[in-house]
């Protein structure tokens, strides 16, 4: 099983200030890793797929990187509606596995 | 429009069974692989099954095997995911996904059913 770890596990940042979440794999996952983001009492949204292509209708200020093990989801300037647990997830490999979450907040 | 909704969550005992369906709509059924991902309280997410578009592959996470089994029934374009001796380690915020193609990643989810676990 991949283990997938985020960090910090709780980010605080000001709006439009810059925000850089850390996922790490246990093993090698290619490329194949997504970002998603969760509010309380609402569907997760997806993000990012491919580890860097932003899903439909995400806007330009989150962006992806990474491969392998290492990998980073950048939300360059953030809004308020942008406050919220992000979490990574591996689809390389069954079980699929989601990293522990990022709380980013105020 | 992609229309995910989830049904038949509820308060169940310990050891009992629930069966959850996920209604789908706005989309071609039988043309993706559907899952389940689950949130308890406090915690983060949890893929908890996956099932392919003909329904003859399906995946599950260890902590579910051979407790939940997942089907669909293309006749009402509905994902089903039965749970049979249940745990409070089950309770949660279950979550019925599509990807945009493939198994994977899910662009596309309910809003969710709630399963609680206690006597």
């Known amino acids: 099983e991949r283990v997938m770890t985020q960090s910090p596990a709780t980010l605080s940042v000001s709006p439009g200030e810059r925000a850089t979440l850390s996922c790490r794999a246990s093993?090698?996952?290619?490329?194949?890793l997504a970002w998603y983001q969760h509010k309380p009492g609402q569907a997760p949204r997806l993000l990012i797929y491919?580890?860097?292509t932003r899903a439909t209708g995400i806007p330009a200020r989150f962006s992806g990187s990474g491969s392998g093990t290492e990998f980073t989801l950048t939300i360059s300037s953030l809004q308020s509606e942008d406050f919220a647990v992000y979490y990574c997830q591996q689809y390389n490999n069954w079980p699929l596995t989601f990293g522990g979450g990022t709380t980013v907040e105020i | 429009e992609v229309q995910l909704l989830e049904s038949g969550g509820g308060l169940v005992q310990p050891g009992g069974s629930l069966r959850l369906s996920c209604a789908a709509s706005g989309f071609t059924f039988s043309n993706y692989a559907m899952s389940w991902v689950r949130q308890a309280p406090g915690k983060g997410l949890e893929w908890v099954s996956s099932?392919?578009?003909?329904?003859?592959?399906?995946y599950y996470a260890d902590s579910v095997k051979g407790r939940f089994t997942i089907s669909r029934d293309t006749s009402k374009n509905t994902l089903n995911l039965q749970m049979n001796s249940l745990t409070p380690e089950d309770t949660a915020v279950y979550y019925c996904?599509?990807?945009?193609?493939?198994?994977?990643?899910?662009?596309?989810w309910g809003q969710g059913t709630l399963v609680t676990v206690s006597s």
């Open positions: 491919g580890a860097s």
């Open positions: 093993q090698s996952v290619s490329s194949n």
């Open positions: 099932i392919s578009d003909t329904g003859a592959t399906t």
């Open positions: 996904a599509r990807a945009t193609s493939g198994w994977h990643p899910w662009a596309s």
